[in-house]
């Protein structure tokens, strides 16, 4: 009777007392990324229902758009403003999960910080693809396209292939070179074994060529089109202004583009 009492009291006391594990998103931890017409950070809120958690949320983002100054161009000067201008924020990514009586939610938003005379905010968006500008030179590197994109093990599997390979390469272009050196003999059975060894090791150099090329190409369109890590994708912004123009003698617009 003891021990079940116990038992019931260590189980009520963990209810009250002990947290469940929150398994929080790992962009949660993400700081503030600045743009320059946005800005993009993670909110966190909790509540009794999903709804509340993400009402409080909202509640931040707007806190955060008041404060923030907007700034218009006019002519050659700056017209800064504290507040008034509540641009709506996008949502990127979010997360929720429930723990006990209560929603956890997390969200980075996008919040528009320099709207200009056209508020155009970057594209952004959270995606496992990667683009070529992006990866830059590394799917042209063995395994860095990999590691980069967060499969370090395939990354360095493409390395120690490569690495494998090569090693082979040099050591059957060595035989193949002790072999040949040593046709002159005037043995002619001797010369006949030299013949078919030097055959031998060069056809084994150039299949472990052929391996190479063919695990480079792999490595390469691997690099290129495989997904990885979800992250942060950031969309080249083009913008186009137009604006009357007046001189002394002359009238029009000026359109410019800004990439």
Not at 28 to 57: C, H, M, Q, W
Not at 79 to 101: A, L, P, Q, R, T
Request: hydrophobic share 40%; net charge positive.
């Amino acid at each position: 009777m003891k021990s079940l009492f116990t038992a019931i009291f260590t189980f009520f006391v963990s209810i009250c007392f002990c947290q469940c594990p929150i398994n929080k998103p790992e962009w949660a931890d993400n700081g503030v990324v600045s743009l320059p017409n946005s800005k993009i950070r993670p909110f966190y809120a909790t509540g009794y229902t999903l709804e509340e958690a993400k009402e409080k949320v909202e509640e931040q983002k707007r806190k955060e758009r008041a404060n923030l100054k907007q700034r218009v161009d006019v002519d050659n000067g700056v017209i800064n403003y504290s507040s008034g201008f509540d641009y709506s924020s996008g949502n990127v990514v979010e997360f929720h999960e429930k723990c006990g009586n209560q929603y956890h939610y997390w969200q980075m938003a996008q919040i528009v910080v320099d709207v200009g005379l056209n508020p155009i905010p970057e594209k952004v968006s959270w995606t496992d693809t990667y683009t070529f500008s992006e990866l830059k030179f590394r799917p042209f590197i063995p395994g860095v396209a990999q590691i980069y994109k967060g499969n370090t093990p395939k990354g360095v599997g493409f390395i120690l292939g490569h690495a494998g390979l090569g090693i082979g390469i040099g050591v059957a272009e060595g035989f193949r070179r002790t072999n040949e050196g040593k046709i002159n003999t005037h043995d002619p059975n001797r010369r006949q074994y030299y013949i078919d060894q030097t055959n031998m090791y060069a056809n084994i150099r150039n299949g472990l060529i052929a391996g190479t090329v063919a695990l480079y190409a792999w490595n390469v369109i691997d690099g290129i089109v495989a997904k990885g890590k979800s992250h942060l994708q950031i969309a080249a912004n083009v913008d186009m202004r137009v604006m009357p123009y007046a001189a002394l003698n002359a009238s029009g617009v000026t359109v410019a583009f800004k990439f």
